[in-house]
C-alpha cells in the first residue's frame, strides 16, 4: 500500500518556510502544498526528483525555488530546464499575473509539467519540449531562470538571444566558482552573485543576475 502523503504536517512545514522567507502575504500555502502531493504522487512512479521525502522537498525544492521570488522582473517568465516545475511553477503560484513558459527536453517531465499546470490551474503557464539551444520563438522574456541547469557562460549562450533588451537572467547556484563559469561568457553581459539564505536548507545557495552591459554615452554597440 503506497504511503499516503502527510499533507497537515507538510503545510505546517510550508507555512513555517514561507514565513521565514518573508514571503507570507505572497506565497499562497495551500496551492504550493497541491503542488508538493503532485509531484510526490508522480515521482513514485516517474523519478521526476532524486529526492523522495515530502519533508526533504519543503527546503530543498520548494523554499529554493521561492528564494528568488523577489528578484523576479516584468511579466513574461521562462523557467529554462524546468525539469518537475523548479522554480517555474512555485513563482507561477505565487504571481498569477506572470506569462510563464516552463522549458524542458524531457518527455516524462513535460507531461507531468502540463498535468501540474491543469490541475493547479495555471492558466496563464505554457509547456514546451525543446532544448533552448534549438528553440526556436519569436517571443522574448523579462526573465528567464534556470536552477542549476547549466556552467553560467553557457546557458547565456544559450538563452540570450530570447532575453528582453532590459531583461534579466536569474542563474540559480550552489557553489559558484566564477572564474570557472563565467570563461566563455559572451560579451556584452554583467553578473553579480547574491547569496541566498533558504530555511532548512544546509548549504550554500546563491542566485546569479545577469543583465547586458549598459552602452556608455558615446558609444554605440557595434
Not at 525543446?130 to 546557458?155: K, M
Amino acid at each position: 500500500m503506497t504511503e499516503a502523503f502527510p499533507r497537515a504536517a507538510v503545510t505546517r512545514a510550508v507555512a513555517d518556510g514561507v514565513k521565514r522567507l518573508g514571503l507570507s502575504a505572497t506565497a499562497p500555502v495551500e496551492p504550493l502544498v497541491d503542488y508538493l502531493a503532485l509531484l510526490s504522487r508522480w515521482n513514485r512512479a516517474f523519478n521526476l526528483s532524486a529526492v523522495r521525502d515530502p519533508f526533504e522537498m519543503v527546503p530543498r525544492h520548494l523554499l529554493d525555488s521561492l528564494a528568488t521570488l523577489p528578484y523576479l522582473e516584468g511579466s513574461r517568465l521562462l523557467d529554462v530546464g524546468s525539469g518537475a516545475g523548479l522554480p517555474g511553477i512555485p513563482l507561477a503560484l505565487c504571481r498569477p499575473d506572470l506569462q510563464v513558459t516552463l522549458l524542458d527536453t524531457n518527455g516524462k517531465k513535460t507531461r507531468f509539467l502540463r498535468q501540474a499546470a491543469l490541475e493547479l490551474a495555471l492558466n496563464r503557464v505554457t509547456v514546451v519540449q525543446e532544448r533552448i539551444e534549438r528553440w526556436s520563438t519569436d517571443s522574448v522574456f523579462d526573465t528567464v531562470t534556470a536552477r542549476a541547469f547549466a556552467r553560467l557562460d553557457h546557458f547565456v549562450q544559450g538563452a540570450g538571444r530570447i532575453v528582453a533588451p532590459h531583461g534579466l537572467i536569474l542563474a540559480m547556484k550552489g557553489h559558484f566558482d566564477g572564474d570557472v563559469e563565467t570563461a566563455e561568457m559572451p560579451p556584452g553581459w554583467r553578473f553579480e552573485v547574491e547569496p541566498l539564505e533558504v530555511p532548512g536548507l544546509d548549504a550554500a545557495r546563491c542566485v546569479v543576475r545577469i543583465r547586458r552591459q549598459k552602452v556608455k554615452s558615446g558609444e554605440t554597440d557595434g
